[in-house]
Each structure stands twice: as structure tokens, then as C-alpha cells.
């Protein structure tokens, strides 16, 4: 068993170095996003403002059907979980600005604390200090993640609180705790996995992961208990202790859904589970979506769907969490660390969380939701990074007469250096682009900035509902102008949607679905839509106001 690397003398310092550095690279990261930049942070961001101003867990968009929406004001967070806007609005709360920057500090915040509780965990992993500090650095550069943790998105969230987990985990298994410790600890492991629920919907699997070693750390523990039936109680009260902790934070979120849908947990998003293609997430009706149609796709469609997912999600493994060059190492560092049960817990976990978002959900999954899922091993990744580093450097010291210590010195700080690089380069890419004048990050908002500006010429009122491709990133360019999704489907489709909402103005841009494909390559008007004009890349109607209900 491993001891703390260091004493607290010496550990305080690092946490300090490493908190600050973080701080400065997340808050340059942060300095260059004016905008939340993707669906996803755009839809947190938004209610995050209704909820900083009083107006509850209601939103003026409609972004899928899968819930069988009736009108605005909707229900927020059916299909996403809260506790991403929630933060955000602490921001905006905190400072009485809505602003996004506002928004952004808790997540700045959330991003520096990464690397301090990768240096917590390789403390409790590590003898050598070196081996710890290694980590802890490592989680300083974090490749394509870095831009995605300082917007208002689940990853950095859900980066932390993996982090936290492990942690918690080696914690358990690792110290020797007092009955009111171990008891606490348990709690606390199923506060953490509460919070990764309340992040994402697959944070339910973390839950799982945290009862089952719950249990298997009560059976096994010879000391606390001598006899089986004992045994058995302990393992009990333990898992008691993990689903107290879990609702400690979830029971408010179920209350709500009690109270807002009649069940604890809206049920829309499992038609996901029928999914033939990503855009049929938009169907409308969402009823369409059916075990009879799905098994109507045939069993070779099924399968290559998810074997695709499958490829997809091994490449975010590699280029994403493992960011090329520290894979090999990762893997080092697992086959060293695979006799203890908290690593035997996260890779349990990482693997649940791959067939999921490879199988059960492959569309999500390819779209991101692997990428987002991902990202609470990334402490353990990083963690772990240095056994492997370890094995690195025996075997050059065997095999190429390396000095050890001046062979990490050097082989640690290239690829740290290597790391750098690869981070900024990736950021630069992503949010700057090729022109620093029209920054890649903000070309969808600055496009609907355009699109409402010309819309606002045919009616001010900001009451008239449009139907786009994004509803939170035009709600949020336009200034609140409620939105709807495009439906996935043909004008049948569309003029049931516009006449459920009540709708006005279409905007369809070159993303559009095949089914209403024609009203962007030959904008005209028809008996039901009169085509005004087109805006950069997006054509605008306008539904008339007396047509025949389809």
C-alpha cells in the first residue's frame, strides 16, 4: 500500500503553483470565448440566465419533441440535467450580470481546480512527489478539452468531479479510517456521484459503480467484521450510506420532476433508444420513434451503426483522452495500478460508459456525447500517467544505460513541452480559426446576429417564434427571441410544428434536413410560406397568416 507522497509542508506549495497556473491558462482560454460556442453550453448558458433572474426551471425554446412539448414557456432540462446551468447561474447570481463572462467564472474556477486534484490522486498513488507534481502538470495542458472546460459545458464539470471520485475512492481503500469516517466517506462517495447525475444522464452509471464497491469493500474487509452475517450488514449499511449521499443531492431534482411531470425522471429521452439516424432526434411527432420501426431497419444497419460508434469513440480515446502520446503510457501505468479495487472500479466504470454511448445511445455518442462522458476518467488518466512513465524509464535504464533521474527530467519536460503545444494548437484551431478578425468560435452567433437583424426589420416584436436549426444559440443571438427546432421530416412536418407554436419566421440554412432540403437549394414562396429574402447562407420565410391546417 501506498503512502502520501510528501507531507503537508510540502504538498501546500505545489497545490498553490498548480492552482494558480491553472488559473492563468484558464482564464486566457477563457478570455478568447465571448460566446458559449456550441448547442450544448448555448442551452445551459440560457437557463442559466432564467435562473439567475427569478424565472425558474422554464425556457422560451423548444430544441427536440422528444417530451411532446405543447407551447412556450417550456419545462427546461427534460432531455439535459440542471446542475450545469445551475453553476452558471451562480456566476451570474454572484455578480448580478447576466453577461456570459459571468457565467464563465465558475467554470474558470472548476477548470484550474483539474489539475490540483490530479496532484491530490498521484499524491495518494505515489511515494516520489516527482511522480505526483508529473501529474498534476500534465492536467495543466489538456489537449482538445481545454476551450470546452472554460465554457458553460458539462465536461469541465464533469472532469472535476471524476476527479473527485477517484480520489475519494483511493481515499476508502488506501488510509485507515474510523468507523464515522469510513461512514462519512461512503456519503460523500454518493454526494459525488449524485452530482455527476445531476451533470449528465449517464452519471447514473457512476452511481452504480459507487454501490457495488460499497459492497464489495464490506465483504472484504476483515478487520471491521468477523463473521459473514456481520459482514453482510456492514456491506449494507455501506451501500445505505452511498444512496443516502446520492439523494442528498438528486431528491431535489426528483421532487421537482414529481411535481412538474408526475414521475421522478421524464422518460422522452429514452426514444433515443430507437434512433435510425442522429436527425431523427428532431422527429416530430416524437411517437414515430418505435421498437417496430427501429427492428424495421434491419439487423445489419443496427449493427454498423454501432460498430461505427464503436471506431469513432476509440479514436476520441485515443486523440482525446489520451491525446496520442500519453496513451501508451496510461496503459503502463493501468496494468501497474490493476490489482487495486479503485482502478479496477474506474475501468469498470469506463467501459460501462463506452457501451453505452457506443450501443446503447451511438448516435449521442458519436455526436460528443462519448467526448463529454469521457472526460470525468480524465484525472485518472492523467494520474496514472506516471507508473507508466516509470516503466518508461526502467525499461531505458535496462535496456539503454539511462540515468533515471536525468531521463525524467528530460523525457518529462519534452513531453510536457509536447503536450503544450499540441493544447495550443488545438485551441488556436478551434476557437481563433484562420481569420483572428471572425473568430471560428463565434461564426454560428455571428450568423444569427445577422439573420435576427433582418428579421427585426419584418416584425420588432420580440414575441414571434422562428424555427431554426439552433433555438438556445438564436434565443441567445437574437436576444430572446423564442425558437424552435426544425423538425426532422418533410413540410407536413414543418407546418405541424409551425402551427403547434405558433410560428412566424423559418430560417433554414445549408444544415437543414433532406425532407425540407428544397426550401434552401430553391428558396420560393408557396401557398403556406412566402420566402422573403436570404441572409448570408440562411433563407428566410415568413408563414402566412390564413392557410389551410394540414
Known sequence: MK????????????????????????????????????????????NGQRL???????????????????????????????????????????????????????FIAISACIPLITYKIGSSLYEDHRKAVFAGILALFPGYYLAYQVTTS???????????????LLSINRSKLSRTRLLTSFVGLGCIAGMMHLTRSDG??????????????????????????????????????????????????????????????PTGGTLTLWLQNYNQMFSYPASSLTLSEWLK????????????????????????????????LFILGLVDQKKFAETKSMLLLWLLTFVMMSWVFPFAGMRGGFLHSSAAFQPFIWALIPAGFEKFLQWGVRKRNWIKGQAFSIFGIGL????????????????IGRDPVSPAWQANWNDYVQVEQAVKEEASDMASVIIVNNPPGYYLASGGRPAVVLPDGDEQALKLVAER????????????????????????????????????DTRIYRIRENYETP
Not at 154 to 162: A, S
Open 3 to 46: 503512502t502520501q507522497s510528501g507531507n503537508p509542508h510540502r504538498q501546500l506549495p505545489t497545490e498553490i503553483f498548480l492552482f494558480l497556473v491553472a488559473m492563468v491558462i484558464s482564464g486566457v482560454a477563457a478570455w478568447n470565448l465571448h460566446v458559449p460556442g456550441y448547442m450544448d453550453a448555448e442551452y445551459y448558458y440560457m
Open 52 to 106: 439567475a433572474s427569478g424565472k425558474g426551471f422554464t425556457e422560451m425554446v423548444i430544441w427536440n419533441y422528444l417530451d411532446d412539448p405543447q407551447g412556450l414557456p417550456h419545462a427546461s432540462h427534460t432531455y439535459w440535467l440542471p446542475f450545469t446551468s445551475l453553476t452558471a447561474a451562480l456566476g451570474m447570481f454572484l455578480f448580478k450580470n447576466q453577461q456570459f463572462i459571468y457565467a464563465q467564472i465558475p
Open 154 to 168: 458539462t465536461l469541465g464539470l464533469y472532469m472535476l468531479e471524476g476527479g473527485l471520485f477517484f480520489w475519494l
Open 204 to 265: 447514473i452509471l457512476w452511481l452504480f459503480v459507487a454501490a457495488s464497491f460499497s459492497i464489495y469493500y464490506g465483504l472484504l474487509q476483515k478487520k471491521a467484521v468477523l463473521h459473514a452475517s456481520e459482514k453482510f450488514s456492514w456491506a449494507i449499511q455501506l451501500a445505505g450510506m452511498v444512496f443516502l449521499g446520492y439523494l442528498l443531492i438528486m431528491g431535489g431534482w426528483f421532487l421537482h420532476n414529481g411535481q412538474e411531470f408526475g414521475k421522478i425522471m
Open 297 to 328: 431497419s434491419g439487423i445489419s444497419s443496427i449493427l454498423s451503426v454501432r460498430m461505427k460508434s464503436s471506431l469513432d469513440n476509440l479514436m476520441t480515446l485515443l486523440a482525446v483522452e489520451g491525446e496520442i502520446v500519453l496513451l501508451p
Open 416 to 431: 510536457c513541452v509536447i503536450l503544450a503545444v499540441f493544447t495550443m494548437s488545438i485551441y488556436y484551431n478551434k476557437v
Open 501 to 536: 407554436f405558433q410560428a412566424q419566421f423559418i430560417a433554414i440554412d445549408r444544415n437543414t434536413v433532406d425532407g425540407l432540403n428544397h426550401l434552401y437549394q430553391e428558396p420560393a414562396s408557396s401557398d403556406w410560406i412566402e420566402y422573403l429574402f436570404t441572409v448570408g
